[in-house]
């Protein structure tokens, strides 16, 4: 046999197995051989690699499930943040209204005439002028210089209560009125000024929640604070710690603050936070001190609050009412 015809031969031979072969796939099938067919199919994958271990259809499943849990948890229980202020920004009146806390109801019949028409924070950058903040600036530059100068406090945060006279001191306080050296820095122009200032924040606060100024008193404290990042000596000095006013200081229904430094610019961290929310659900509402801005807000626990440790820089403010 020449290699042609060998070669025509295998070729004559494997052409008829194909067709033997199609033969059988188009012979009728009984009920059986189709089940054993389908079986087979079956095994063989169509749609990628057969599992490699063991259960791995339902382990692979138990796997995405818990992702979809964890992630569903986190976005739920997830600090939810809002902004009273940003530093950048300049507002006439920017707050909002809180449910009062049952804070004020013992009170309620001894000092009606102080119950907040509603309960809220707001902030205002128009209430003291450019120039009542630079003398302001100037009080609290001469009051901390001075400070500093006298000892000023071990740890972060030096206070001056112009009220009683109170004045961080090591880790105690000493009356600085009893001093000489506080004369020169409380001059009878800049103390004016400061008493202005009080009264257009005193105003604010009375016509925000609907009282009378002739009930609202400076009340102790009234001071001037310096916070940096120093450690704590002592725990006046941990001006971080979460607080409701009322409970602080006692006899506050209305907190207002004024800011002297900018946050971003003078110091890094030191914002005010607000914690809303439940602590599985938890809210803060946070305000960027800014110069100039007053900050007034209800005293009780629907304000629960704390600064943010200073990281950097000094964090100033008055407390002013
Ligand atoms: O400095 C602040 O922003 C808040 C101060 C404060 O919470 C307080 O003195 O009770
Ligand atoms: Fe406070």
Redesign the pocket.
């Known amino acids: 046999m020449s290699e042609e015809t060998k070669l025509i031969k295998r070729k004559s031979d494997k052409s008829t197995t194909e067709t033997a072969a199609t033969n059988e796939e188009h012979e009728e099938k009984t009920p059986v051989e189709k089940a054993v067919k389908a079986s087979q199919d079956a095994k063989s994958p169509k749609f990628g690699p057969m599992p490699s271990f063991k259960h791995q259809r339902v382990w692979s499943r138990i796997v995405v499930l818990i992702g979809l849990a964890i992630y569903i948890w986190y976005f739920a229980t997830r600090t939810k943040m809002s902004n009273l202020g940003f530093q950048k920004d300049k507002h006439d009146l920017r707050g909002h209204v809180v449910i009062c806390s049952s804070d004020y109801e013992q009170e309620l019949s001894a000092y009606p005439q102080c119950f907040p028409k509603h309960c809220g924070r707001y902030i205002s950058d128009k209430i003291v002028s450019e120039s009542e903040m630079n003398i302001l600036l100037n009080l609290a530059k001469e009051g901390s210089e001075s400070e500093i100068a006298l000892g000023g406090s071990d740890g972060g945060a030096s206070i001056l209560d112009l009220h009683s006279g109170a004045l961080s001191y090591g880790t105690k306080f000493i009356n600085i009125y009893s001093l000489e050296e506080s004369k020169g820095i409380f001059t009878k122009g800049n103390l004016a000024v400061y008493k202005t200032v009080k009264e257009k924040v005193k105003a604010a606060v009375a016509d925000l929640f609907g009282i009378s100024t002739k009930v609202l008193y400076l009340t102790h404290p009234t001071?001037f604070?310096r916070?940096d990042n120093r450690d704590p000596k002592t725990e006046h000095d941990e001006?971080w710690q979460i607080?409701v006013?009322k409970d602080?200081?006692g006899s506050f229904f209305y907190?207002s603050?004024l800011?002297l430094t900018d946050y971003g610019v003078d110091f890094t961290g030191?914002?005010?936070i607000f914690l809303d929310g439940k602590s599985t659900k938890p809210f803060n509402v946070t305000?960027e001190?800014r110069k100039g801005r007053v900050?007034m807000f209800t005293s009780g626990a629907e304000n629960v609050?704390?600064?943010e440790r200073v990281k950097s820089g000094v964090?100033k403010?008055d407390?002013p009412l």
């Open positions: 001071f604070s916070l001006y607080h006013d602080t200081y907190t603050l800011y030191g914002r005010l305000l001190p900050a609050h704390f600064v964090r403010i407390l």
